[in-house]
């Protein structure tokens, strides 16, 4: 498994959610993204829908009817009823999880001691890979 850990510093996290939701739709998977706001969820949804002027990235909230068969999920828990192979944890707090491909830590100045403690906890483990992403004018660079 691998886990990427985002560190937002110039874009928020319903923008970022939005750019990684698209790179995960086009390589023909599926997405679930977990935060414990409510308000948080409804503003990843509503960047979702408009993440370009002539697309948009259909999603739909756990629980809702129809949940299943959505390609982007918003929950407040990493249980995919959407049988999603990633996972976006966009509150900043890291969940352990278990049948996902790739998972997406966002995080910021108000999370990043939970980040690097995440970060310390997962060294060693057997099978995962980390990585460590931030922006640098303007674009996102992989630096550990």
């Known amino acids: ?49 408009k993440s370009s002027p002539t697309s948009f990235l259909a999603n739909g909230e756990a629980g809702s009817a129809g949940a299943d068969r959505q390609p982007v999920l918003l929950s407040d828990t990493p249980d995919a009823a959407n049988n999603a192979s990633h996972v976006i944890f966009a509150d900043g707090q890291f969940r352990e999880t278990a049948g996902f491909d790739r998972t997406f830590l966002l995080f910021n100045e108000d999370t990043l001691e939970q980040a690097r403690a995440t970060w310390r906890s997962l060294d060693g483990k057997d099978e995962l890979e980390r990585s460590y992403f931030r922006q640098e004018n303007g674009k996102w660079v992989k630096v550990a």
């Open 1 to 49: 498994m691998k886990v990427d850990f985002w560190q937002l510093s110039y874009d928020p996290a319903e923008k970022v959610c939005a750019l990684i939701a698209e790179r995960v739709l086009d390589s023909g998977e599926r997405l679930l993204v977990v935060s414990a706001d409510a308000e948080q969820r409804e503003a990843i949804s509503k960047s979702l829908w």
